[in-house]
């Protein structure tokens, strides 16, 4: 499985940018999917996951100004970020597995990661 991650950028607080995850070698539309985020000096957190079915959820941080969705088509997840902030700086993941279990670990497929840096 690869994943091919895009969209990353420099942007002011209060823009907008849109991450990009192009998955190949699967079969997309049975693996869940997810995007993480890893600031300088801090862990990997989870940011936004998608089931099979569309559902989504959030970390508290995002909700409301992030959205994730996929387009089965495509083979991608798309991560939505509207009203940035500073804190949201970080380096972005996108990950795919077959279950929610198995998503963002060493078990699951990982894309190369896409920088965003959001200037105040």
């Known amino acids: 499985v690869q994943l091919q991650a895009c969209g990353g950028g420099l942007v002011q607080a209060g823009g907008s940018l849109r991450l990009s995850c192009v998955a190949s070698?699967?079969?997309?539309?049975?693996?869940?999917g997810g995007w993480y985020r890893q600031a300088p000096g801090k862990e990997r957190e989870v940011v936004a996951r998608?089931?099979?079915?569309?559902?989504?959820n959030y970390a508290d941080s995002v909700k409301g100004r992030f959205t994730i969705s996929r387009d089965n088509t495509k083979n991608t997840v798309y991560l939505q970020m509207n009203n940035l902030k500073p804190e949201d700086t970080a380096v972005y993941y996108c990950?795919?597995?077959?279950?929610?279990?198995?998503?963002?670990?060493?078990?699951?497929?990982w894309g190369q990661g896409t920088l965003v840096t959001v200037s105040s």
């Open positions: 070698g699967t079969i997309f539309r049975n693996n869940v």
């Open positions: 998608i089931t099979t079915g569309g559902n989504t």
């Open positions: 990950a795919l597995g077959r279950h929610f279990g198995i998503l963002g670990s060493s078990l699951g497929s």
